[in-house]
């Protein structure tokens, strides 16, 4: 079975400092990532996927396979980045689209 | 455009009562999904479709739970004789594009059983 593992319920930093919000998976196949962000009364949104290994809003994340990991970095974090943040999976050899989702990291950043 | 729509979004019901879920997906989205998020939690799979085909339902997690689609658009998910563990948001997400799969996702519906 997938899982999706974040480590961190909360996490706080000062505006200005890295951020890294961590993430781990447990798939037998081959899995697409994701990284998808709540903003305080908005509804779930996507910022980013690993295949497309674009950077948005400052934010990267890299696969590894390795380490089973896909840690969502941001070298200076901004007020704006404090939301909700959930990374989510699926089998991207498979035909069904469903996403299985971390608990989530409530990050907060400080003034 | 609009985007993805559900209604009601606050729903409070007895114990034992039936309820249901209303979902309106991007038009012209051919996937839709349901997703059930406790408190706490991340959401979790429920069911998806594909057009009017339900093609899985493998996170319902009782025989409580119906959801359809009748004419490939507005889903329903049902819940009977509700229980304080149905408590939960529930979100519906829909896709435009599989190659690019980004879920949009609906305000989803707050429940409260009492």
């Known amino acids: 079975a997938q899982r999706v593992t974040q480590p961190e319920k909360l996490l706080s930093v000062f505006k200005g400092a890295p951020v890294e919000l961590k993430c781990n998976y447990s798939?037998?196949?081959?899995?697409?990532l994701f990284w998808y962000v709540q903003y305080s009364r908005q509804r779930l949104q996507l910022l980013l996927r690993?295949?497309s290994r674009e950077s948005i809003k400052g934010f990267t994340a890299d696969l590894n396979k390795g380490e089973t990991s896909f840690h969502l970095k941001k070298p200076f974090a901004q007020e704006e980045d404090s939301a909700m943040y959930y990374c989510a999976l699926r089998d991207s050899g498979g035909s069904n689209y469903k996403l299985t989702f971390g608990k989530g990291t409530l990050l907060t950043v400080n003034p | 455009g609009a985007g993805v729509s559900q209604s009601p979004r606050y729903k409070v019901a007895k114990r034992g009562q039936d309820v249901a879920l209303r979902c309106d997906p991007i038009?012209?989205?051919?996937?839709l999904f349901w997703y059930q998020q406790a408190l706490g939690q991340g959401p979790e799979f429920l069911t998806y479709?594909?057009?009017?085909?339900?093609?899985?339902k493998s996170g319902l997690p009782s025989d409580r739970f119906f959801a359809e689609r009748p004419e490939g658009s507005v889903s329903t998910l049902k819940i009977q004789r509700t229980q304080q563990e149905d408590s939960a948001v529930y979100l519906c997400a829909s896709i435009a594009d599989h190659s690019y799969n980004e879920q949009f996702f609906g305000p989803g519906t707050r429940l409260t059983v009492l």
């Open positions: 690993h295949i």
């Open positions: 038009s012209g989205h051919v996937s």
């Open positions: 479709f594909q057009n009017e085909a339900q093609l899985d």
């Open positions: 798939y037998s196949g081959s899995p697409e």
